[in-house]
């Protein structure tokens, strides 16, 4: 069902209430639906209405909730008499309401409006029945595009006290209504007939439907011939209220939740599982499998937790293994096959994970060996420097940093540490070029000059120029003419080449 917009202005003059203007869709769909709440919720008594408008989002969003969403959360929704339906979720409203009220509790007054709602719309169908009436399909699709102004007189408000007496009375116009709605469309008047012109008594019944059902759950007065609402009736009103506050990141209220169900000796092992499924839904997963765990040690026998853990493990090992953390992906596999040995498919990937770890774990030991090979260079190194062997420190460090260029990125530790490394090394290189121009400089002895053409015979034609260029600017001309001369041959040696 759906409404392209619906706008509900509320004016109250003398007892009149106008809602204007409204495109209805499909009936009771969620637009419709928030403008009947809405309008509920200002025609009730104030001191009914302003308690629960404090949470009126949260009402509206349980009031717009889509059918395929109710039926799989609330079951009880699909009872073939719905009257008795609407009559148990006010007795346990009722109930909730002395407990406080919350988001949750505004939240289920919201799927509550929605349902009494739709108890006054045409063709009505309990939610997630198969039967959907062509004819329902073309008046919902002609409701629509449908444009009216909805005055809405001001009524007494009622207490259901008799759901089914109540709602027979209120459905009495509804199947000659049907009648009369299927009787223009087989004649070719269609939806312009008695469906436009009473679409505004259906809006009017709802909105009465819904403000009584308000005030029923928010009276004071005690309803006659009702069974009280005992602790164990609230186990599944407190299981959801823990997965909407989960969905809201509400963890305080979520563990509130979980704690109403503790003290009250609730927490059997059918309702901790579905309280697992409500975080593992959420996306807590450590959560949901360690309550999964707590559902086996009281009974071991179940095999749909062991699947649902199952199937969380395999999906979890999947992942690591395209992360390529293939040890924990060996672990997951694992736990897929401790709660399922009869899973393939996990054997089959374990097998796949152990392979590929072996082989990472050969890569991993060749990469320790070349960082290990590295920083034995660099110590040579730098044992060559403190002798004063420039050019030997220098080629040493040379071969460190090559070494820790091999380095993959596959193992983070390993290859920060090359980089780390390989940015000393360079420093340290740099640091020696000066030391050995100012030996140079000083021509303190033969080897220093022996030193300075071997490093010149190793280092690049930019180098070469820097070093001349400094020694140039220097008093030791024959120093300065031994380096271009050795610059000169090893441009000339590059152009023969």
């Given at each position: 069902?759906?409404?392209?917009?619906?706008?509900?202005?509320?004016?109250?003059?003398s007892?009149?209430?106008?809602?204007?203007?409204?495109?209805?869709?499909?009936?009771?769909?969620?637009?419709?639906?928030?403008?009947?709440?809405?309008?509920?919720?200002?025609?009730?008594?104030?001191?009914?209405?302003?308690?629960?408008?404090?949470?009126?989002?949260?009402?509206?969003?349980?009031?717009?909730?889509?059918?395929?969403e109710?039926?799989?959360?609330?079951?009880?929704?699909?009872?073939?008499?719905?009257?008795?339906?609407?009559?148990?979720?006010?007795?346990?409203?009722?109930a909730?309401?002395?407990?406080?009220?919350?988001?949750?509790?505004?939240?289920r007054?919201?799927?509550?409006?929605?349902?009494?709602?739709?108890?006054?719309?045409?063709?009505?169908?309990?939610?997630?029945?198969?039967?959907?009436p062509?004819?329902?399909?073309?008046?919902?699709?002609?409701?629509?595009?449908?444009?009216?102004?909805?005055?809405?007189?001001?009524?007494?408000?009622?207490?259901?006290?008799?759901?089914?007496?109540?709602?027979?009375?209120?459905r009495?116009?509804?199947?000659?209504?049907?009648?009369?709605?299927?009787?223009?469309?087989?004649?070719?008047?269609?939806?312009?007939?008695?469906?436009?012109?009473?679409?505004?008594?259906?809006?009017?019944?709802?909105?009465?439907?819904?403000?009584?059902?308000?005030?029923?759950?928010?009276?004071?007065?005690?309803?006659?011939?009702?069974?009280?609402?005992?602790?164990?009736?609230?186990?599944?009103?407190?299981?959801?209220?823990?997965?909407?506050?989960?969905?809201?990141?509400?963890?305080?209220?979520?563990?509130?939740?979980?704690?109403?169900?503790?003290?009250?000796?609730?927490?059997?092992?059918?309702?901790?599982?579905?309280?697992?499924?409500?975080?593992?839904?959420?996306?807590?997963?450590?959560?949901?499998?360690?309550?999964?765990?707590?559902?086996?040690?009281?009974?071991?026998?179940?095999?749909?937790?062991?699947?649902?853990?199952?199937?969380?493990?395999?999906?979890?090992?999947?992942?690591?293994?395209?992360?390529?953390?293939?040890?924990?992906a060996?672990?997951?596999?694992?736990e897929?096959?401790?709660?399922?040995?009869?899973?393939?498919?996990?054997?089959?990937?374990?097998?796949?994970?152990?392979?590929?770890?072996?082989?990472?774990?050969?890569?991993?030991?060749?990469?320790?060996?070349?960082?290990?090979?590295?920083?034995?260079?660099?110590?040579?190194?730098?044992?060559?420097?403190?002798?004063?062997?420039?050019?030997?420190?220098?080629?040493?460090?040379?071969?460190?940093?090559?070494?820790?260029?091999?380095?993959?990125?596959?193992?983070?530790?390993?290859?920060?540490?090359?980089?780390?490394?390989?940015?000393?090394?360079?420093?340290k290189?740099?640091?020696?070029?000066?030391?050995?121009?100012?030996?140079?400089?000083?021509?303190?002895?033969?080897?220093?000059?022996?030193?300075?053409?071997?490093?010149?015979?190793?280092?690049?034609?930019?180098?070469?120029?820097?070093?001349?260029?400094?020694?140039?600017?220097?008093?030791?001309?024959?120093?300065?003419?031994?380096?271009?001369?050795?610059?000169v041959?090893?441009?000339?040696?590059?152009?023969?080449r």
């Amino acid at each position: 069902m759906r409404m392209k917009r619906l706008l509900w202005n509320v004016v109250v003059l003398s007892g009149l209430v106008v809602l204007f203007p409204v495109t209805a869709a499909n009936a009771w769909g969620p637009y419709a639906t928030r403008g009947i709440t809405r309008t509920a919720m200002r025609v009730v008594p104030s001191s009914v209405g302003a308690e629960l408008r404090q949470y009126e989002n949260e009402v509206l969003e349980g009031a717009t909730i889509s059918e395929e969403e109710l039926v799989k959360r609330f079951p009880q929704y699909k009872f073939e008499d719905p009257t008795l339906t609407v009559s148990s979720e006010i007795d346990l409203l009722r109930a909730a309401k002395t407990r406080g009220v919350s988001p949750y509790f505004a939240y289920r007054m919201g799927l509550l409006s929605q349902f009494v709602a739709t108890l006054n719309q045409p063709f009505f169908a309990v939610p997630g029945s198969p039967q959907k009436p062509k004819l329902r399909e073309r008046y919902d699709a002609d409701a629509e595009a449908s444009h009216t102004e909805i005055p809405y007189v001001a009524s007494k408000r009622r207490y259901v006290v008799d759901a089914r007496a109540y709602f027979d009375q209120r459905r009495s116009y509804l199947k000659d209504a049907e009648n009369l709605i299927s009787s223009d469309y087989s004649s070719g008047v269609g939806f312009s007939g008695y469906a436009k012109r009473s679409l505004n008594v259906y809006f009017t019944n709802a909105v009465d439907s819904v403000a009584d059902m308000l005030c029923t759950v928010f009276g004071q007065e005690q309803l006659a011939a009702r069974p009280l609402i005992q602790p164990l009736s609230f186990r599944d009103y407190y299981v959801d209220s823990l997965g909407f506050y989960l969905r809201r990141n509400d963890d305080a209220r979520a563990a509130s939740a979980y704690a109403s169900l503790e003290n009250e000796g609730l927490l059997d092992p059918e309702t901790v599982k579905k309280l697992g499924d409500a975080y593992y839904d959420a996306g807590r997963y450590d959560r949901a499998v360690s309550l999964y765990r707590d559902v086996l040690a009281k009974a071991p026998r179940r095999a749909d937790v062991r699947q649902r853990i199952s199937d969380y493990f395999f999906t979890s090992g999947l992942a690591l293994l395209e992360k390529k953390q293939y040890e924990e992906a060996v672990r997951a596999f694992d736990e897929v096959l401790k709660n399922d040995m009869s899973r393939a498919d996990a054997r089959e990937k374990k097998l796949e994970a152990g392979q590929l770890l072996s082989e990472q774990a050969e890569r991993l030991e060749s990469t320790r060996k070349m960082v290990a090979d590295a920083k034995q260079a660099t110590e040579s190194a730098a044992r060559a420097e403190a002798q004063r062997k420039f050019a030997d420190a220098v080629a040493l460090y040379r071969q460190a940093r090559n070494t820790y260029a091999k380095v993959s990125e596959e193992f983070e530790g390993e290859h920060a540490e090359a980089a780390r490394a390989s940015k000393q090394i360079e420093i340290k290189i740099a640091r020696l070029m000066d030391e050995l121009v100012n030996e140079v400089r000083d021509l303190r002895s033969v080897a220093v000059k022996d030193q300075a053409r071997e490093l010149m015979q190793n280092s690049s034609k930019q180098q070469l120029r820097a070093l001349a260029t400094r020694v140039a600017q220097d008093q030791h001309v024959d120093a300065a003419k031994l380096l271009r001369s050795q610059l000169v041959d090893e441009e000339r040696r590059a152009l023969q080449r």
